[in-house]
């Protein structure tokens, strides 16, 4: 079945530090998104890509960074995170909007603390 | 710039009864969809429902359906026969459609039911 997965679950690193999180989907989706969810705040965007080579800020988008070298995957990078950026990181990714495109699914979501 | 409001941040409800989620949201747009996602204690976001803006129908999926108000810009979710399972933050949010790639997703903060056994 084709799903969506996040790597690392968790991870602590400590401020300063370079931090890579991997998101994988095997819908072969155009459109893949990062998200993240904080008390109060709902989930906000972060970043997105609507295909190959192309990459999108979002609301939220200083101290990260997305690329796109393949359909299958966008990892986002804090180039030097702080304790600010403790969250709860999303994946999604979506077709277009034809028919029932549009809906995006989401990964399981990476717990990051920044001590 | 759209927005989504969900007014109740906590609500709860006995298990086999009915309850209703409240959501409001503010666009110009003509063309959205309108979803609802579910988040256990799992963490997994999971949709539940969704609604295009252009269907005056309203979107049905077994025990859960929706009031969807497009002149009043409101979209709340009922849930009918309430069970444990069903414990878990529930979040609105809205998608701007339009030909070519799919849009973002605005949410708004969530509301987290409680069933009761």
């Known amino acids: 079945d084709a799903e969506i997965t996040q790597s690392p679950r968790h991870k602590i690193t400590e401020t300063g530090r370079q931090v890579t999180l991997a998101c994988h989907q095997t819908?072969?989706?155009?459109?893949m998104f990062w998200y993240r969810q904080d008390l109060g705040h709902g989930l906000r965007l972060i970043h997105y890509s609507y295909g190959v080579q192309d990459t999108n800020k979002g609301e939220v988008s200083d101290g990260y960074s997305v690329s796109r070298s393949n359909t299958e995957d966008l990892p986002l990078t804090l180039e030097s995170a702080a304790s600010s950026q403790t969250s709860v990181y999303f994946c999604?990714?979506?077709?277009?909007?034809?028919?029932?495109?549009?809906?995006?699914?989401f990964g399981p979501g990476t717990r990051l603390t920044v001590l | 710039a759209q927005t989504v409001t969900q007014s109740q941040p906590e609500m709860s409800v006995q298990e086999a009864e009915t309850v209703t989620l409240s959501c409001t949201y503010d666009t110009s747009e003509n063309n959205y969809y309108l979803f609802w996602y579910k988040q256990p204690p799992s963490r997994q976001m999971i949709l539940v429902i969704r609604?295009?803006?252009?269907?005056?129908q309203n979107a049905t999926e077994n025990r859960f359906s929706v009031n969807f108000q497009k002149a009043a810009k409101s979209f709340s979710l009922k849930i009918s026969d309430s069970q444990l399972g069903d414990t878990a933050m529930y979040f609105c949010?809205?998608?701007?459609?339009?030909?070519?790639?799919?849009?973002?997703?605005?949410f708004g903060q969530g509301t987290t039911l409680q069933v009761k056994p």
């Open positions: 819908w072969n989706h155009n459109n």
């Open positions: 609604q295009e803006a252009y269907k005056q």
């Open positions: 999604a990714s979506s077709e277009g909007t034809s028919g029932r495109g549009g809906t995006q699914y």
């Open positions: 949010a809205f998608m701007k459609a339009y030909s070519g790639n799919t849009g973002k997703l605005i």
